[in-house]
């Protein structure tokens, strides 16, 4: 044995980079294990109930997933391994749901299974009539919620019951983009993602999520699915720049017209075939604590719903979405964590896992690009040590993230990038605005209107505006296609998207080298190293190489 | 006793035939002279002359022959009962109604009047020279074991390459410090918990194989003997009653597994301090200059003419023991007595003897034993025996049995590059060689964050740094050691962390000074310039704060606690 694998008692599983076999080994781990983090020499996955199903639902055995294990381990697979992993697959598909001239039903692998759902109060409470032998008739409204207590009990449910009839829409993929003219077409893992998740119509395909990195055109893999499913469709994302964003790439890349395109927004309530709206106004409750917008999910009898950064998806949307069973459903995310763990509704509700692309694969093929993470210390002046000394923890990071010798780096920065095009980011409105004022640049802040912030993001894009000062308001689903350097001038560590949306503006493939550069400016031997730590360690798990320089190894 | 001093004991005309000068001269053919002196001299000089003595025993007749080799063979330790066997064999009655004799003069009385066997023992032993030259003349004994077939109601217990058990014994001692009885035993608890977590078979000295039915530590047979050979081997310490790691334990660890068991086995057989005795219920030494590591020399030389690779009894063996050398203990150890006081035999000493050192001889993975129960002839109780043993192939190495393992031993070895350090202050050690080493080395600092079968992983972190501080450990130390057997460039955040680190780790320090007071500065200014004073005033005390002796202890943590290394110079 002498493969680049480790794996261990409690699941996990090491996979040495270096290894020749590694690879390899990637590819068929990742169809049944979860990313946890990767440092440069040693990755860390593991395999969970969920991941074991989602292979489960891919078509992948207990012997496909041990066999994988065994080819390509160092040592030998712990025995309770075996176990637990053949215990987990078999599970699924031990219930099934289906279709027939009298509705929904229910069918059980074995006595036992059926006993155990049965016992369950609040999945039998959905059952129309007492189970015959190993099938049962359920009530078809509750679909989802069954699929919900199902998974409680940890008996994942094969959904083959299908879809209901949709409004159809004939939406088409340009050959070219409107805008620029320049050819457009699906990459071949884009075009594999839709054909997997699509699965030629079947009443086992149209419903699951597609897991791909920033920047390698999710985006683009749902206009994919709308081409396929070609019925009205109803698109949820995170916030309105990225619910225009949505609006843009559609007019952008498919035969889609304006009229047909609707925005529903806390701005514009448009419904149309095509609608894009947001969670939050989705989660919105109005004085009588209902949600008030719920009722968008019945304005049309849509036929697809595209669930965007769908590991954000809200808790009230999730209850709806329970509901919305009958209709296809996507979801697109980078990543399947999420921060309240939810990730097995995730998976009952919108699907099991169709595609996943690892990023490192996309970076080597150009697609997406290759991103170079520097944190720059930068002492702190002399004059401001005794200040910084004798204030409380707050004030102390608040100091050392104004530090004003961080602009002397910014400019050196600028200087070494001068053809590039730069994204300064910051926490504190007044330092960003200080630096605005000293570069001439213009500055986005969440105060500044909707329109005047695309305005500037248009002439950024266009190259007018070659440096952008921009307020933790530019995270999300803004996209910044010629972005090459992005300077973090301050920071907090908050979520681990929030980190990895900041890197992904930057991370959309270049002309020339593919690219991209993030620096973190933060003052030497102070309390901003402390949060620098959490987000080097972040980004080096992420992959990222990552490292530390002072002022002087900067070279212009 | 040397050959002079026997010769010139013995008489022209004595009482004894092994007494009379005479007759030895006549036995060995030498023209017989007027003087004792001149008889000596005769006999040195035939003495001197190998070729003399190997005239002498190749005239011997069978039985004389048989009983010079036996009593070779045994190291001159030849007892009655096999002077008696052999007498019978041959069909030789003693004729002699003598009582209380020495083997030799047994074998003299059988002779009945025959005198060529007394060139061999002038004055009724066979002196050293004599001994030396038959050594090489006669046959050695051998050792002919038959085939053994174990038995399903008996236990095996075999341990070949399980000497890594005590690798983990040292690592579960290094993060547990456990306590200990006064014979250095960790306490049954902890016994069974590391017995338990490192998964080997063992059983007790009362036959039972549950562990847990034990009375305390001393009756586990494999648990106790790893410990025995942990403390011999300096591996572990145990000292005002818990057990810690042992100072030799960075070098022991660091070894591969044959020369690991090398090395513990030759640091057990030199350990001075340790008695066998011990493990054995209600015997002890009647001398307190009993020479254990010398008994255990010729214990390892009995065993090494024993087949490795197959089962052989017990029994079988102690025979051969007996026969080559039924005096290999007591030669060194002396009498050895049981609690009431009376000196005990073969059956109650050097039988058990050879048990306990074939029990630590499992526990190293030299040797796999098969364990049979029967009642105590002392007590009655149950007690396990060996049944039967073979040596493995590690044993054969160590006792160079079988020509030698292709690993060599190396005073200097080092650990090999056996682990990786990953950019997010992971250290991951893979199994190998090597594991244990650093496991030592890291676990004395650093949090462990898995630990498997296959991989350890450590976190580097501020913290692990200041502890390593407290214990002495430098962050160039690390730093060194990370970069010298680290498989992978050490990534270059880490490095630089490092650095950091190490930078900032001697900026605040307690420590103890004398100072000078002054009542203000002024004062302190003038005393400064006072003729002769200045000299013998050192650096002026700048950014620092007189504390309170007892808060010294809260002070350190209160500054790391806000990410400042502190250094207790005290």
């Given amino acids: ?176 983009c409107a805008s620029s003219g320049s050819p457009f077409s699906l990459r071949g893992y884009q075009q594999e993602a839709v054909d997997l998740f699509y699965a030629s119509g079947k009443a086992h395909g149209g419903h699951g999520v597609i897991v791909l990195p920033c920047g390698a055109g999710k985006t683009i893999v749902g206009m994919g699915a709308m081409e396929k499913v070609s019925a009205e469709t109803l698109v949820l994302t995170t916030s309105i720049t990225a619910v225009r964003q949505w609006i843009a790439e559609l007019l952008d890349k498919t035969s889609l017209t304006e009229d047909l395109i609707g925005e529903y927004s806390g701005e514009i309530k448009q419904i149309r075939p095509v609608t894009i709206s947001t969670y939050q106004i989705l989660s919105h409750r109005n004085a009588q604590g209902d949600n008030a917008h719920f009722s968008l999910f019945d304005e049309r009898n849509w036929g697809l719903i595209i669930y965007d950064e769908v590991h954000m998806l809200p808790a009230p949307v999730f209850r709806m979405t329970a509901e919305l069973q009958s209709k296809r459903r996507l979801g697109l995310t980078a990543t399947l964590v999420r921060e309240d763990d939810r990730q097995s509704d995730v998976f009952a509700l919108i699907g099991p896992k169709r595609c996943e692309v690892p990023w490192k694969s996309l970076e080597e093929k150009g697609f997406i690009a290759k991103a170079k993470c520097s944190e720059i210390r930068i002492p702190l002046p002399v004059d401001m040590k005794m200040a910084y000394a004798t204030s409380d923890k707050k004030d102390k990071f608040r100091i050392a993230s104004e530090n004003p010798d961080k602009m002397h780096v910014i400019k050196l920065l600028l200087e070494k990038h001068k053809d590039g095009n730069i994204l300064i980011i910051g926490q504190y409105i007044s330092q960003l605005k200080a630096i605005a004022a000293e570069l001439e640049a213009p500055i986005i802040t969440g105060s500044l209107a909707n329109k005047k912030r695309e305005l500037l993001y248009s002439s950024f894009k266009r190259g007018d505006t070659p440096v952008l000062v921009v307020s933790k308001v530019a995270n999300f689903a803004i996209d910044l296609p010629d972005a090459n350097v992005a300077i973090e001038v301050s920071g907090t560590f908050g979520s681990r998207q929030e980190e990895a949306q900041r890197l992904g503006r930057i991370l959309r493939p270049k002309e020339g080298d593919n690219e991209a550069h993030f620096y973190a400016l933060v003052t030497k031997d102070s309390r901003e190293e402390d949060f620098a730590g959490n987000r080097q360690l972040f980004l080096i798990e992420q992959g990222y190489p990552y490292e530390i320089l002072e002022v002087a190894d900067i070279s212009v | 006793m040397s050959l002079s001093t026997a010769l010139s004991k013995m008489e022209m005309d004595g009482y004894f035939k092994y007494e009379n000068l005479s007759l030895l001269c006549q036995a060995a053919g030498v023209e017989e002279p007027s003087t004792k002196e001149e008889a000596i001299s005769s006999m040195k000089a035939f003495y001197k002359d190998a070729s003399n003595i190997k005239s002498a025993y190749l005239s011997l007749p069978p039985f004389e022959s048989d009983i010079i080799n036996a009593h070779v063979q045994s190291g001159c330790c030849i007892d009655a009962k096999a002077v008696n066997a052999l007498a019978e064999k041959h069909g030789v009655k003693n004729v002699s109604k003598m009582y209380f004799v020495t083997p030799i003069e047994l074998f003299f009385n059988h002779l009945q009047g025959s005198a060529l066997s007394l060139v061999f023992f002038p004055y009724g032993a066979m002196p050293k020279e004599i001994f030396d030259v038959m050594k090489k003349i006669t046959p050695p004994l051998k050792a002919v074991f038959s085939e053994y077939e174990p038995t399903s109601d008996c236990v095996t217990i075999e341990r070949e390459g399980r000497v890594s058990d005590i690798a983990f014994l040292a690592r579960y001692i290094n993060k547990t410090s456990p306590p200990v009885t006064a014979n250095g035993m960790v306490t049954k608890q902890h016994a069974l918990k590391f017995a338990a977590a490192c998964g080997y078979k063992d059983l007790c000295q009362s036959g039972a194989t549950s562990i847990a039915s034990a009375r305390s530590t001393s009756q586990m047979i494999i648990t ?55 493990c054995i219920k209600g015997l002890k030494a009647k001398s307190k200059r009993a020479k254990f590591p010398e008994a255990r020399k010729e214990a390892r030389l009995i065993l090494s003419n024993c087949p490795s690779g197959r089962y052989i009894k017990f029994k079988e063996f102690e025979e051969y023991a007996y026969k080559a050398n039924r005096m290999f203990a007591r030669r060194h150890i002396g009498a050895v007595v049981k609690n009431y006081g009376y000196e005990v035999g073969w059956e109650a000493f050097e039988s058990k003897y050879l048990t306990v050192y074939l029990s630590l001889l499992c526990a190293l993975g030299m040797a796999d034993t098969i364990w049979c129960t029967r009642a105590s002839d002392y007590s009655g109780e149950s007690e396990a025996y060996i049944e039967a043993f073979r040596l493995t192939s590690s044993g054969a190495f160590v006792l160079g049995i079988a020509g030698g393992s292709p690993m060599s031993a190396n005073e200097d070895y080092e650990p090999k590059n056996g682990f990786v350090v990953q950019p997010n202050f992971e250290i991951l050690v893979e199994e190998s060689e090597s594991r244990a080493a650093h496991d030592l080395y890291f676990s004395r600092f650093l949090d462990k964050i898995v630990e498997d079968d296959a991989i350890s992983a450590y976190t580097l972190s501020f ?108």
């Fill in chain 2, 224 to 278: 106790s003997s790893m410990l025995i050979l942990a403390l011999a081997s300096k591996l572990i310490a145990a000292d005002s009653g818990s057990a810690y790691i042992g100072p030799g334990a960075s070098k022991v660890l660091s070894l591969p597994n044959a020369e690991m068991a090398k090395h513990i086995f030759e640091a057990y057989e030199d350990a001075a301090s340790f008695s066998e005795l011990s």
């Fill in chain 2, 463 to 570: 913290e692990g740094m200041a502890r390593g501080l407290d214990s002495g450990i430098s962050i160039e130390e690390v730093a060194t050691y990370l970069a010298k057997y680290s498989s992978k460039p050490l990534p270059s955040n880490v490095s630089r962390q490092l650095q950091d680190w190490s930078r900032l780790s001697g900026r605040i320090a307690v420590r103890k000074v004398l100072v000078i007071e002054a009542d203000d500065e002024y004062l302190l200014e003038e005393i400064k310039t006072m003729k002769g004073v200045s000299d013998l005033l050192g650096k002026q005390l700048g950014p620092s704060c007189v504390i309170a002796p007892s808060d010294v202890g809260k002070l350190k943590k209160a500054i790391e606690k806000n990410g400042k290394f502190c250094m207790e110079e005290l």
């Fill in chain 1, 1 to 176: 044995m002498s493969g680049p694998l480790i794996v261990q008692g409690d699941m996990t599983l090491l996979l040495e980079v270096g290894h020749p076999d590694f690879e390899t080994a990637r590819d068929e781990i990742n169809a049944f294990s979860e990313i946890v983090k990767s440092p440069e020499y040693m990755h860390t996955y593991r395999m969970t109930p969920l991941s074991l199903w989602n292979a489960a639902s891919a078509g992948i055995s207990a012997d496909g997933a041990l066999g994988a294990l065994e080819a390509h381990a160092k040592h030998a697979v712990p025995e309770n391994v075996k176990t637990r992993v053949r215990q987990i697959i078999e599970r699924y598909g031990s219930v099934e749901i289906d279709k027939d001239d009298e509705g929904l039903f229910l069918t059980a692998k074995d006595e036992f299974t059926m006993a155990l759902i049965n016992a369950d109060e609040k999945a039998s409470s959905y059952f129309l009539s007492p189970p015959e032998g190993l099938k049962v008739r359920i009530d078809g409204h509750y679909r989802g919620h069954l699929k919900q207590a199902l998974m409680d009990l940890q008996l994942p449910a094969q959904d083959h019951a299908g879809f209901g009839e949709a409004a159809p829409l004939t939406i088409g993929l340009r050959e070219s």
